[in-house]
Structures are given as structure tokens and as C-alpha cells.
């Protein structure tokens, strides 16, 4: 097994949904969503790793509910 490297440009084309706990979505439309730890700080790039055996992002750093929806926001 190994490591997939993922790395899309999103040209300002980036779409995210998040499903809160209490069932609340939110949603973001353009830029790549900050300090959540899926892409560069520039806004137009998806980039990750994924463990191919175990199906796990590498250097996944939790991220809490309010971080996400602050980062959809600010896009």
C-alpha cells in the first residue's frame, strides 16, 4: 500500500457543504476554505494525502465545527 497525492485547482470553483451536529448545513461557493487543512493558503488549490491501506488523510489535524463554518464564511 501506498500514499495518494491529491493536488486540484479549483479556479475560484471550490464548493464545500458541512452537516452539523445539529443537522444545520452550511456551505461555501469559490475560494478553497482556510485553515482547515484541505488546501494552500492561496484559496484555489484541494491538496491532501491519503494513507491507501487505512483510507486516512495524512496530517489530518481535527478541526472543530466552528473553524469550518468561520472558514466557509470568510471565502
Known amino acids: 500500500m501506498g500514499i495518494l497525492t491529491i493536488c486540484a485547482k479549483c479556479s475560484d470553483l471550490c464548493y464545500t457543504s458541512f452537516t452539523g451536529k445539529d443537522g444545520k448545513i452550511t456551505e461555501s461557493d469559490g475560494y478553497v476554505p482556510e485553515n482547515i ?25 481535527p478541526v472543530s465545527d466552528a473553524n469550518v463554518i468561520a472558514a466557509q464564511r470568510k471565502t
Do not use: A, C, F, L
Open 37 to 61: 487543512g484541505i488546501g494552500d493558503s492561496y484559496g484555489d488549490y484541494v491538496e491532501m494525502e491519503i494513507d491507501t491501506k487505512t483510507g486516512q488523510i495524512q496530517n489530518w489535524k
